[in-house]
């Protein structure tokens, strides 16, 4: 199936990018107001950790898709698999491909009605917000984890433009074009257009940098090493649009959409195929309104906001394949907050009305429906929430209060045997943090707060099969909870130095985790006390600084390590008596880290070395017989785990990425960028091999 562009176009002409051409600049984190704060607070001031990726690093790094660029950006947790699919986790919550996620993603401070980070394309953002801890004093539930919040680019008042193609092996082909001008003194606009095209199967690494075990290579497959993964050629188009009008004075609107067309996704499944070789369909469209009245000391905003995506799985990656399984993920509601400021005093207070409908449908023929994965569901919520923010010379302080109504309703499946079924939720999430100076240079910092998830459909209802293995529903799931503390330090010395470390903990109730207790099946439980602790540290210098200011050598790094992350579960003795047992998490790195060097002649020459270390993870064997070098001697056997559990201990990686460009005059700009530039072999998730080395050439022009 092809892709029509000019129904894209026109379906999308009307509404507009975000797209500025000047030359990107390192924003001055003291300027840096914070959207996702919904108050617009400084983000030196604010005692959650927030970090911010701004254009400059966006650009020194290229990236497909908001899933690479926080990749080599963060220390996040981020997990790809083949087939355009990208998800994230952060703070001990893990990344889920299949059901909503813990990490809360936003689009200019709206739901961006995905969790799917290759569906975000790279080059309508202008900069992103990562606010890591849990934030629903301000967003509700599944923002458990963090905030990870897309700015996208404002229209320019004067008319510019650019176009730019890539290319590289694995018949990768890049194309982007945008616009933006001013119609009046009052009226901007902007629309762009993208397309990633991968038309040949990408071949995995070959190396390992760090050392590996023979377990650890059994895991990855030998036979792995520099072979091809089959079934990975895709294509993706993505049209993003901007309006601004300034009403008056006072009162101003803009109307962000972008739509996402993309047909034909190959999805190999795991390296061996074991549950054959597939193709999908994804279509998404999300529009975003901000009605907005301001003062001198007085800011109401209206954002009303619509996102729908539907994808299509079929049953082979032949033209005569049939849709195997469809669903449609529609999520709506409007966020009202109005913010006021007396003195050293800033107020908000708000409420958000959110709807979040699912429907699927599966079919064992072309028109033979089939038992569901999951029952449609929906989900309405009501919130009032308040924040109140204070600064008193070197001291700030932020407190804040929510309330969330939640109706969730499960609809009836005869298929699944599951009656209509509506559950009310309700909680009051407090928070609290400051902000002490104490120099110019020294700062320290500390929050607390609590979360709670409801628990997803599949968890609750779900019934499906992956292999040999079931998946059961659990309806006796309770919501989870968590509170959460930081305590952090932070050190800026000019241009010469930046240094935070942040301590964190987190206290779970109710947490969901795997119930494996049944031979060839997998349900889901509310696991005992839990408790997760770590430390973040991040470090940037510009050594050059200390002897010269023609050029720019910046030192960087990041990383979150976990000294913690366990449950309390059931188990039994030796005599069978039942006992508690504490437990490591799992599909959760040890350890994540991106460190490097950038280069910045101050002339037009960038040039970028980055490494991301992929800590160890604990996982669940579900590859069974297709790994038959792996011995029950080779699973994983502390923390509460035997090896009848059949976990696994996967190996650390490390991964670098090399980039570099040159803008020959202001319009013309060249550069190359090497992908894996030692061709790891590795993973992000069992089965699923990442690509190897990989090259790709870079040229724009702009006016």
Not at 504 to 509: D, V
């Amino acid at each position: 199936m092809k892709i029509k562009t000019l129904a894209g176009t026109m379906a999308i002409l009307s509404s507009s990018v975000v797209f500025s051409q000047e030359k990107p600049k390192t924003i001055d984190l003291n300027e840096v107001l914070v959207t996702a704060s919904r108050m617009q607070l400084p983000l030196k001031s604010i005692p959650q950790k927030v970090e911010v990726i701004d254009q400059a690093q966006i650009q020194a790094n290229p990236s497909e898709n908001l899933g690479e660029i926080l990749k080599r950006s963060t220390s996040l947790d981020i997990i790809q698999y083949p087939g355009a699919l990208v998800t994230v986790g952060m703070r001990g919550f893990p990344a889920t491909a299949h059901s909503r996620s813990y990490t809360l993603l936003l689009i200019d401070g709206k739901p961006a009605g995905s969790n799917n980070l290759a569906t975000i394309p790279a080059d309508f953002i202008e900069r992103i917000e990562v606010v890591k801890g849990p934030y629903s004093v301000l967003y509700g539930s599944d923002a458990m984890g963090g905030v990870i919040n897309v700015i996208t680019k404002a229209p320019t008042a004067k008319a510019s433009g650019k176009v730019g193609v890539s290319v590289g092996n694995f018949g990768q082909t890049n194309l982007m074009g945008d616009v933006s001008a001013s119609i009046s003194n009052k009226l901007r606009f902007a629309f762009g257009f993208s397309r990633k095209q991968q038309n040949k199967d990408y071949r995995i690494g070959s190396n390992n940098l760090l050392h590996i075990s023979e377990t650890g290579e059994n895991i990855l497959d030998k036979k792995s090493y520099g072979d091809q993964m089959t079934n990975t050629q895709f294509e993706i188009n993505q049209f993003n649009g901007k309006l601004q009008y300034q009403i008056d004075d006072k009162w101003s609107a803009s109307w962000f959409s972008t739509l996402t067309l993309s047909n034909d996704i190959e999805t190999p499944g795991n390296y061996w195929h074991s549950n054959g070789m597939s193709k999908k369909d994804i279509d998404r469209i999300s529009n975003y309104v901000d009605v907005t009245r301001t003062t001198a000391n007085n800011q109401l905003t209206i954002s009303p906001y619509y996102t729908s995506q539907n994808e299509s799985n079929y049953d082979n990656n032949t033209d005569s394949a049939f849709i195997k399984s469809k669903e449609k993920i529609k999520q709506y509601g409007v966020k009202m907050g109005n913010s006021h400021t007396w003195g050293d005093f800033r107020w908000l207070v708000g409420a958000d009305f959110e709807g979040y409908k699912v429907a699927s449908e599966k079919f064992s023929e072309k028109t033979v429906p089939s038992t569901p994965l999951r029952p449609d569901h929906h989900r309405n919520a009501v919130s009032a929430f308040t924040q109140l923010a204070y600064t008193y010379n070197n001291l700030f302080v932020n407190a804040g209060l929510r309330y969330n109504f939640i109706r969730y309703t499960l609809e009836a499946n005869e298929m699944l045997k599951s009656d209509k079924k509506s559950t009310n939720y309700s909680n009051v999430n407090p928070s609290l943090g400051l902000t002490y100076k104490f120099t110019k240079e020294l700062s320290g910092h500390a929050s607390v707060g609590n979360a709670f998830y409801v628990p997803d459909a599949y968890k609750t209802a779900g019934l499906y099969k992956v292999g040999k293995k079931i998946y059961v529903g659990n309806p006796d799931l309770k919501p989870e909870t968590s509170t959460s503390y930081d305590l952090g330090l932070r050190y800026e010395y000019k241009d010469y130095i930046s240094v935070d470390a942040t301590y964190f903990q987190n206290f779970y109730k109710h947490k969901i985790v795997n119930d494996n207790s049944r031979k060839d099946t997998t349900s889901y439980k509310n696991a005992q006390d839990g408790m997760m602790n770590g430390l973040e540290l991040m470090l940037s210098s510009n050594i050059a600084s200390f002897w010269t200011t023609n050029y720019k050598i910046n030192l960087y790094g990041g990383i979150t390590y976990y000294f913690n992350n366990e449950f309390k579960d059931k188990g039994k003795d030796a005599d069978g008596k039942e006992i508690t047992v504490t437990k490591e998490m799992l599909y959760i790195r040890k350890a994540s880290g991106n460190f490097g060097v950038a280069f910045d002649n101050n002339n037009g020459f960038l040039a970028r070395l980055n490494a991301r270390y992929i800590g160890k993870r604990l996982e669940n064997d579900w590859m069974g017989d297709l790994r038959p070098d792996i011995k029950p001697e080779n699973y994983y056997a502390k923390d509460g785990y035997t090896a009848a559990d059949k976990i696994l201990q996967h190996p650390a990686h490390m991964v670098f990425d090399l980039s570099s460009s040159y803008m020959i005059n202001s319009h013309f700009k060249v550069g190359f960028s090497i992908a894996n530039l030692f061709d790891e072999n590795y993973t992000e998730k069992d089965g699923y091999n990442m690509p190897g080395r990989s090259f790709m050439g870079h040229v724009s022009y702009q006016f």
